[in-house]
């Protein structure tokens, strides 16, 4: 068969290759980038469905509108609401996870040869995305506090991308979380540049201590212009559920009407039936609690997994304390390469996912990506074990 070019720009995905591995007896695994599915609040979830279904069958077992459920846009303005961003029913969409969001944004904005700028690393499906659709993707260095705006900038100047894509707030897989000052000058960047910001926000909700700062969506209400040049993607796959598969997207309205117009051809609508639920979740007042116990587990990991990595690997392994999220990005010392520890941690029953495919341009080998979401203390105490074994 002849597929279409666009097919030769991308490759799959080097981590679902890894899961090919992962089912030898024993094995333990930092490599997926889940949540735990032992902290699902499955209760509320069901008793969410059971209403739902119950009081008005015909209509979440319809088709709908493709902009979303509106009880779902209604709670999910709420819900942004408490997070200080100001955002009305309407001027959201509902999506089929955040991932069809950056999947909508590649398709309404860009054209073959088009610049878009990522952060050194990211979330390899955005490469992915955005590659399929033509992109000339441009790598911009991040530190501990996110992406380098001074660097960021010369960039957007030289190059006068599409877009720029961040993930701010404990991104996957560097788990940065970007200063309040560098997101309010990107603000002004987007505004005197005419830029459009993608901030991709799943992880958010996930922090260990004091609260991160407000989301750029949220400070954008007081940097003149910049909620022009902004776009933003929520889920609730690593909050709530990723089987429910609702997230949302808001935007400017042109670019939310051309991406709803999209989505009209892509899915019809995301699943009435999963949107009803959430949208009653989301009134039960039930998320908060359930947040709490994934934050408290989550911290105590990444806790766990700081000291294991200190104890077995010593001066091999640099990393800096993630203050949220679900990931630790390391770097091997002395140039080891992080592929063929992987191969060796393979051996040894323990997986990761080495960080050359999170760079769009220029990898570095000697990174990689551990997940401490889905492992409990013991596990992750072995399994980092068998990582200092298999130096």
Same mark, same amino acid.
């Given at each position: 068969?002849?597929?279409?070019?666009?097919?030769?720009?991308?490759?799959?995905?080097?981590?679902? &290759?890894?899961?090919?591995?992962l089912g030898k007896p024993g094995i333990i695994s930092f490599a997926g980038?889940?949540?735990?599915? $032992?902290?699902?609040?499955?209760?509320?979830?069901?008793?969410?469905?059971?209403?739902?279904?119950?009081?008005?069958?015909?209509?979440?077992?319809?088709?709908?509108?493709?902009?979303?459920? +509106?009880?779902?846009?209604?709670?999910?303005?709420?819900?942004? =609401?408490?997070?200080?961003?100001?955002?009305?029913?309407?001027?959201?969409?509902?999506?089929?996870?955040?991932?069809?969001?950056?999947?909508?944004?590649?398709?309404?904005?860009?054209? /073959?040869?088009?610049?878009?700028?990522?952060?050194? /690393?990211?979330?390899?499906?955005?490469?992915?995305? @955005?590659?399929?659709?033509?992109?000339?993707?441009?790598?911009?260095?991040?530190?501990?506090?996110?992406? +380098?705006?001074?660097?960021?900038? =010369?960039?957007?100047?030289?190059?006068?991308? =599409?877009?720029?894509?961040?993930?701010?707030?404990?991104?996957?897989?560097?788990?940065?979380?970007?200063?309040?000052?560098?997101?309010?000058?990107?603000? &002004?960047?987007?505004?005197?540049?005419?830029?459009?910001?993608?901030?991709?926000?799943?992880?958010? &909700?996930?922090?260990?201590?004091?609260?991160?700062? %407000?989301?750029?969506?949220?400070?954008?209400?007081?940097?003149?212009?910049?909620?022009?040049?902004?776009?933003?993607?929520?889920?609730?796959?690593?909050?709530?559920?990723?089987?429910?598969?609702?997230?949302?997207?808001?935007?400017? %309205?042109?670019?939310? $009407?051309?991406?709803?117009?999209?989505?009209?051809?892509?899915?019809?609508?995301?699943?009435?039936?999963? +949107?009803?639920?959430?949208?009653?979740?989301?009134?039960?007042?039930?998320?908060?609690?359930?947040?709490?116990?994934?934050?408290?587990?989550?911290?105590?990991?990444? +806790?766990?997994?700081?000291?294991?990595?200190? =104890?077995?690997?010593?001066?091999?392994?640099?990393?800096?304390? %993630?203050?949220?999220?679900?990931?630790?990005?390391?770097?091997l010392t002395e140039g080891r390469n992080a592929n063929d520890f992987a191969?060796?941690?393979?051996?040894?029953?323990?997986? @990761?996912? /080495?960080?050359?495919?999170?760079?769009?341009?220029? %990898?570095?080998?000697s990174t990689l990506r551990l997940s401490f979401a889905t492992a409990d203390?013991?596990?992750?105490?072995?399994?980092? $074990?068998?990582?200092?074994?298999?130096?």
């Amino acid at each position: 068969m002849q597929f279409a070019d666009r097919l030769k720009n991308v490759e799959t995905s080097a981590i679902r &290759e890894l899961f090919k591995l992962l089912g030898k007896p024993g094995i333990i695994s930092f490599a997926g980038g889940f949540p735990d599915p $032992a902290l699902f609040d499955a209760e509320g979830i069901r008793i969410a469905a059971d209403e739902v279904l119950t009081k008005n069958p015909g209509a979440v077992l319809q088709y709908g509108a493709t902009e979303g459920w +509106q009880p779902l846009r209604e709670q999910l303005s709420v819900f942004m =609401k408490g997070k200080g961003a100001t955002v009305a029913p309407d001027g959201l969409i509902v999506t089929t996870g955040s991932q069809q969001a950056l999947d909508l944004i590649g398709k309404t904005m860009i054209s /073959p040869g088009d610049k878009v700028i990522v952060e050194a /690393p990211t979330f390899l499906a955005t490469i992915q995305c @955005f590659r399929l659709y033509g992109a000339d993707i441009i790598s911009a260095p991040i530190d501990a506090h996110g992406v +380098q705006v001074d660097t960021l900038e =010369k960039l957007i100047l030289e190059h006068k991308p =599409k877009l720029v894509y961040l993930i701010p707030t404990f991104g996957n897989p560097s788990g940065a979380m970007l200063s309040l000052e560098r997101r309010k000058r990107i603000l &002004e960047i987007a505004a005197q540049t005419k830029t459009l910001i993608v901030e991709d926000d799943p992880y958010g &909700e996930l922090y260990f201590g004091a609260p991160p700062p %407000p989301s750029m969506l949220a400070l954008s209400d007081h940097i003149p212009g910049s909620r022009d040049w902004l776009a933003h993607c929520g889920s609730l796959s690593k909050v709530l559920s990723p089987g429910l598969r609702v997230g949302w997207m808001i935007a400017p %309205p042109a670019l939310l $009407a051309s991406a709803t117009m999209c989505k009209q051809f892509s899915d019809a609508h995301t699943s009435n039936l999963t +949107q009803a639920t959430a949208a009653h979740y989301l009134t039960m007042n039930r998320m908060e609690g359930a947040l709490n116990v994934v934050r408290k587990t989550y911290a105590e990991r990444a +806790q766990v997994m700081a000291a294991s990595l200190r =104890k077995e690997l010593g001066n091999a392994i640099e990393f800096n304390q %993630p203050q949220g999220g679900m990931f630790f990005w390391t770097k091997l010392t002395e140039g080891r390469n992080a592929n063929d520890f992987a191969k060796r941690a393979i051996d040894k029953l323990v997986a @990761f996912v /080495p960080g050359a495919p999170f760079f769009a341009t220029n %990898p570095d080998l000697s990174t990689l990506r551990l997940s401490f979401a889905t492992a409990d203390l013991a596990r992750i105490e072995e399994g980092v $074990a068998r990582l200092g074994k298999a130096l």
